[in-house]
C-alpha cells in the first residue's frame, strides 16, 4: 500500500487549501482516514478523522475551520482548510488503516506536505 499526499503549499492568512492523500495497492477497505500535523519544534497532533462509516473526529481547536471527508471509490481523503491562520503552519501528515486484500491489517503514513500560512 502506498499514499500520494499533495495539495500543501504557501497561503495568505485567511486563505484556504485543500489537502488529498490517495491510497493504491493491494486494499481490502480502509477503515480509519486521518490527518495530523507538526508544526516546528511541537509534536505530531492530530488535526482531524474519518471512520468507514463517516464519523468524524476534529481537533478542538479546529472545529468550524477545517472539514475532513472522504471518497471511498478513490481511497481518497480529503482536508478542506479555511481561514487559515500563521500558526496552522506545519507539515501535515495522512494515517489510513485498513486490511489488505490479503486479509492482513496495515497502518500506513504518507510523506508528508508543508503548509506555510504567512503573508
Known amino acids: 500500500v502506498q499514499l500520494q499526499a499533495s495539495g500543501g503549499g504557501l497561503v495568505q492568512p485567511g486563505g484556504s487549501l485543500r489537502l488529498s492523500c490517495a491510497a493504491s495497492?493491494?486494499?481490502?477497505?480502509?477503515?480509519?482516514m486521518g490527518w495530523y500535523r507538526q508544526p516546528p519544534g511541537k509534536q505530531r497532533e492530530l488535526v482531524a478523522a474519518i471512520t468507514n462509516g463517516g464519523s468524524t473526529n476534529y481537533a478542538d481547536s479546529l472545529k468550524g475551520r477545517f472539514t475532513i471527508s472522504r471518497d471511498n471509490a478513490k481511497n481518497t481523503v480529503y482536508l478542506q482548510m479555511n481561514s487559515l491562520k500563521p500558526e496552522d503552519t506545519a507539515v501535515y501528515y495522512c494515517?489510513?488503516?485498513?486490511?489488505?486484500?490479503?486479509?492482513?491489517?496495515?497502518?500506513?503514513w504518507g510523506q508528508g506536505t508543508q503548509v506555510t500560512v504567512s503573508s
Open positions: 495497492g493491494n486494499i481490502f477497505s480502509i477503515s480509519f
Open positions: 494515517n489510513l488503516r485498513g486490511t489488505t486484500g490479503r486479509g492482513r491489517p496495515f497502518d500506513y
